[in-house]
């Protein structure tokens, strides 16, 4: 079992930028697949990035050139940074772990655009 726990959301101002954490309970992080996604209101959740074992990323074509993901194996952590905020980033970002079939997710955390 892994358990995810979020942290970093809030209120930013348009073109401000946030630093999202997630860190995992155990000792499985080095071996899980990290990813990120998020669920505005009303909308379906959608794959914002995500991180492999080895460091390779991907992220989706709305944030690409804005957020960053990365992960620390030392402290079980993986983190979004996300820069020059647009209103259209407002949802609530969740953490996901995958290890072979098996997946967690976090509880989420609530970013808001604040103008």
């Known amino acids: 079992q892994v358990q995810l726990v979020e942290s970093g959301g809030g209120l930013v101002q348009p073109g401000g930028s946030l630093r999202l954490s997630c860190v995992a309970a155990g000792n499985m992080f080095s071996t899980l697949i990290m990813r990120w996604y998020r669920q505005a209101p009303g909308e379906q959740r959608e794959l914002v990035a995500t991180?492999?074992?080895?460091?390779?990323?991907n992220l989706a074509d709305s944030v690409k050139d804005r957020f960053t993901i990365s992960r620390d194996n030392a402290k079980n952590t993986v983190y979004l940074q996300m820069n020059s905020l647009k209103p259209e980033d407002t949802a609530v970002y969740y953490c996901?772990?995958?290890?072979?079939?098996?997946?967690?997710w976090g509880q989420g955390t609530q970013v808001t655009d604040s103008s």
């Open positions: 991180i492999s074992t080895s460091g390779w990323t």
């Open positions: 996901h772990a995958s290890w072979g079939p098996r997946d967690y």
